[in-house]
């Protein structure tokens, strides 16, 4: 049976260095070579050294903990291709020329062991061409594996097998990527720019053109292409200009010029304007200059202001305000796939851009199919993961309905493939469907639905819409997802925590203690786990002074927090994104967090003048008087409590909360596949389940009392001293210090939990009274960044 170990990346370049780091990041070994470096006073490693230490300099950092550099060696390939006899998958990274990488390879070949997995991470080259020469046992093990950049972020990872690549290890390299490098692994076939990059760049291709067909400013195309529609906030030509146009440009020409029988080959025509982009070396990001570039100015609200291109006058400047029925339909409708349809059915400018975009995109994917893919859902995996799109084109389909896209698309001239007549006249209208749990997707050879591949382990909360719900209101749905546990999702905007999560998760506990449940999941699927608690909730009763209503909401959070700490039934909470405040609190109450590593974890309070109210200023004083050990310094730990929560620092990952105290070692988990969060969580429940006994109340808190007051007061006025925070920060860290020393005690003893949550309580209406306060919430509810004043 196949291992992996220990890895081999050759080549330190961009994407070498994001590999080896991701790598790293799953616990591998790793080896990363590149060429010697023979200059006078040169070490011979140091062009691969010098490139793994731009990598860690990068933001988004490549890393998931600092500490994770360890796991990587560098080398060359003079001195150190011998040692990749050691190795269990070797992966090229190097440039894009077929000589350079059949040269390196037949190098490879004289030093790996039999057996050992060889893969290119090319994203154009023909896969089959690589391996020729090669030997039988090098044929078997080759394939293609195209990670995108930047590696840890995107999820896809293309996997291309050559007619000679044993299915078994196609098979396993699919497993591999997905359970131990967190990956949704995407199977393709050798043909140009495989799945993600074909469609793609099909896709933003079209877009060009009809934007110049319409007529339409560059910025609001870019709106209607980006979050409006389900997609990153890059839209169109900001995702141009991200990507680097001489970049884009080559796998547009590839396409042309390798796939002859493209009916739309025409989209990929090098546009005039681009044409200029690259005349002028206007490359995008990298260069400073593309689409957009900076202005001299500053915006009404101080940002720096940036200028677009006129794709007319092929001239910068400030794009005139378009006023779009359809772009305010994107602001006016929250639910996504609502949105996206009533876009598409605009009459205007922007509607049509929007729907001549999708129809171009149905037919196009209807048409690539056995082509690039034989199934449906490896398409719009590979769109989702690799361009990070809401909905991949036929889930897009779907919103619209098969049967009108496939009417509209005729009627504005495109051909759709005859398996999608066929699947229509058998009464088949959808592509997806989701029964009993279990997610669906139409096979066009057997012509019938069948299991989504790789569904097995994953539970998809999509699946469960169609089942009656075993409790929901507004804000929240709480689903039977099978061997005895529920979970509870959040589906507020942006899972803002309001009174309906908060009465939904109390209902949902004494369901499942009362009617004989296992235990409870609180998990979703959405980008974030939740931004926090109903900011402007609290705002509205801080301004209209409504104190005892603020206190009564501010307890019923508390007492929410601690029936997730002491159901007699297990809670579990799975993470991804954000899991700010609020949403951080309830996650420390439970008893366990499957984090994924995508977990963004903070008590950010004190950006809107205010500390955690939900217990979780109580939670640190608890988890710090769990870590005093006998004959410790206590100081500065409680500094480092207190510093944390004052900072609202976040953890990038959920390895860095373990270090914040944001996760507990030998409780909470990091799953590094996002996608099997829920699933995790699910088994921690039913681990747990068995003899599962309610925790007691504790009584036992170690707090500092005056001595610890005493520290953190002159730790707050360096604070200030030292430029790091306005007099209201400290008016903050004082507040904290107060709750986590237990008030005015005059020595260190032993409190309660409500003791704690008293304090906390109290120090939290406090501040909801300070003006600078309720100015930096008007702020972040106006600006959505925190105000320092």
């Known amino acids: 049976m196949r291992t992996i170990k220990k890895i081999t990346v050759l080549g330190s370049g961009v994407m070498g260095a994001g590999i080896a780091c991701h790598f790293a990041n799953a616990g591998f070994q790793v080896m990363m070579l590149d060429l010697p470096s023979t200059g006078e006073g040169q070490r011979r490693n140091q062009i691969a050294e010098q490139a793994l230490s731009q990598a860690i300099k990068q933001k988004p950092a ?4 600092a500490g994770f550099i360890s796991r990587i060696q560098t080398g060359n390939f003079d001195d150190d291709l011998p040692r990749i006899k050691e190795s269990d998958w070797i992966i090229e990274v190097i440039v894009e020329k077929l000589d350079i990488k059949q040269s390196l390879f037949e190098r490879v070949e004289q030093f790996r062991k039999p057996g050992t997995i060889i893969s290119s991470n090319t994203s154009g080259i023909p896969i089959h061409l690589m391996a020729a020469g ?44 997905e359970t131990f490098l967190g990956k949704q692994t995407v199977l393709c076939k050798d043909t140009p720019a495989f799945i993600a990059n074909r469609v793609g760049v099909y896709s933003m291709a079209r877009i060009f053109q009809l934007t110049e067909e319409l007529g339409l400013p560059i910025s609001t195309v870019d709106k209607l292409t980006g979050p409006a529609i389900g997609r990153p906030s890059t839209g169109t030509f900001r995702l141009a200009d991200l990507v680097g146009h ?10 042309q010029q390798n796939c002859p029988d493209d009916e739309q080959a025409g989209a990929f025509n090098v546009p005039r304007y ?34 677009s291109l006129n794709l007319k006058t092929l001239e910068y400047g400030k794009d005139a305000r378009v006023d779009l029925p359809s ?7 929250d639910d996504q796939e609502k949105r996206i349809k009533a876009i598409y059915h605009s009459p205007d400018d922007g509607g049509r851009l929007v729907k001549a975009h999708l129809l171009g995109l149905f037919s196009y994917v209807s048409n690539r199919i056995p082509e690039i893919a034989d199934s449906i859902n490896s398409i719009d995996d590979a769109l989702r993961a690799g361009f990070a799109w809401s909905y991949g084109p036929f889930e897009y389909w779907d919103i619209i309905g098969v049967r009108q896209g496939v009417d509209d698309a005729k009627t504005a001239g495109l051909t759709i493939s005859p398996w999608i007549e066929k699947m229509i006249a058998a009464g088949i209208e959808s592509f997806y469907s989701f029964k009993d749990g279990k997610a669906m997707v139409y096979d066009p050879v057997s012509q019938g639905y069948v299991p989504i591949a790789g569904s097995v382990n994953k539970i998809n909360l999509q699946a469960y819409r169609n089942q009656s719900p075993v409790y929901k209101n507004d804000e929240a749905t709480l689903h039977d997802i099978g061997d005895g546990v529920l979970c509870f999702e959040f589906r507020s905007k942006a899972n803002v925590i309001g009174e309906g999560i908060l009465r939904g998760l109390n209902e949902s506990i004494r369901i499942a203690e009362e ?60 993470t991804q994104g954000y899991v700010f405040g609020g949403g951080c609190e309830i996650s420390m109450h439970c008893d366990a967090v499957t984090a994924s590593a995508e977990s963004y974890i903070g008590l950010v309070e004190a950006g809107v003048g205010l500390i955690p109210g939900g217990g979780g200023t ?146 939290f209406l406090s501040l909801c009274g300070e003006q600078k306060t309720l100015e930096r919430i008007q702020y972040m509810l106006e600006n959505n960044k925190p105000l320092r004043n």
């Not at 209209?544 to 579990?572: G, H, I, K």
């Not at 969060?677 to 699910?682: P, S």
């Open 515 to 574: 009617e004989g449940w296992k235990g409870l999941v609180i998990g979703n699927q959405a980008t974030n786990f939740s931004v926090g608690a109903n900011l402007m909730l609290i705002g509205m009763m801080a301004f209209q002074e409504e104190w005892d209503d603020l206190d009564m909401a501010v307890n019923y959070f508390q007492q929410t927090s601690m029936r997730c700490r002491y159901s007699s039934v297990p809670v579990v909470a799975a």
């Open 62 to 65: 490549p890393l998931y903990h």
């Open 134 to 177: 090669r030997s039988d046992d090098f044929r078997k093990n080759f394939l293609g594996t195209h990670f995108f950049n930047p590696p840890r972020y995107l999820r896809l990872l293309e996997i291309i097998p050559t007619p000679e690549t044993d299915p078994v290890l196609v098979s396993f390299m699919m497993q591999f990527g």
């Open 327 to 333: 772009l305010s339909i994107s602001k006016q409708i």
């Open 618 to 763: 109580k939670e640190f004083a608890v988890r710090l008087s769990d870590a005093f050990k006998s004959g410790d310094v206590q100081i500065p730990q409680l500094i480092e409590s207190c510093k944390t929560i004052a900072t609202a620092s976040v953890a990038t990952s959920a390895y860095e909360a373990y270090d914040l105290g944001y996760l507990l070692h030998g409780r909470d988990e990091v799953v590094i596949n996002t996608s099997h969060a829920i699933a995790e969580a699910k088994r921690k429940v039913l681990e747990l389940s068995v003899g599962y006994v309610t925790p007691l109340p504790r009584t036992d808190i170690l707090v500092l009392g005056r001595q610890g007051l005493a520290s953190l007061y002159a730790f707050a006025n360096e604070f200030r001293l030292g430029g790091y925070g306005s007099a209201h920060d400290i008016k903050i860290v004082q507040k904290l210090a107060w709750v986590l020393c237990g008030g005015d005690l005059t020595g260190a003893q032993r409190v309660t939990e409500q003791y704690l949550l008293d304090l906390e309580r109290e120090a």
């Open 246 to 255: 001489d970049t884009g440009v080559k796998v547009m020409q590839g396409i």
């Open 274 to 307: 681009m044409q200029f982009l690259l005349d002028n070396k206007f490359l995008g990001n990298k260069t400073g200059q593309g689409f957009y570039k900076k202005g001299e100015g500053k915006n009404a609200k101080g940002q720096t202001e940036y200028l």
